[in-house]
Nanobody, 115 residues
Framework: QVQLVESGGGLVQAGGSLRLSCVAS????????MGWYRQAPGKQRELVAA???????NYADSVKGRFTISRDNAKNTVYLQMNRLRPEDTAVYYC?????????WGQGTQVTVSS
């Protein structure tokens, strides 16, 4: 089992920045990749960014150039730096981890961007 705890969400004005953190604990060995997803009201959950154990990264087109995913292996933490936020970035952001054939999710953190 892997436990994921997100933090860093909040309310910010358009154009502002936030940094989300996700701390992993439990059976964290053999985690293949970690990522951030988001879900806005009435919409499906979508991938925002992901990072593999080899540090390859992948981003949704809508956040490329604005968001950066990174990891600190010593702290078992993945970050999502979000710059130039837009109202359409408003959503609950979820951290996930893929380990072997299982996928784990955090509880989510709300990000609200006001116009």
């Amino acid at each position: 089992q892997v436990q994921l705890v997100e933090s860093g969400g909040g309310l910010v004005q358009a154009g502002g920045s936030l940094r989300l953190s996700c701390v992993a604990s439990g059976s964290i060995f053999a985690i293949n990749a970690m990522g951030w997803y988001r879900q806005a009201p009435g919409k499906q959950r979508e991938l925002v960014a992901a990072i593999t154990s080899g540090d390859s990264t992948n981003y949704a087109d809508s956040v490329k150039g604005r968001f950066t995913i990174s990891r600190d292996n010593a702290k078992n933490t993945v970050y999502l730096q979000m710059n130039r936020l837009r109202p359409e970035d408003t959503a609950v952001y979820y951290c996930n981890a893929d380990r072997v054939s299982s996928r784990y999710w955090g509880q989510g953190t709300q990000v609200t961007v006001s116009s």
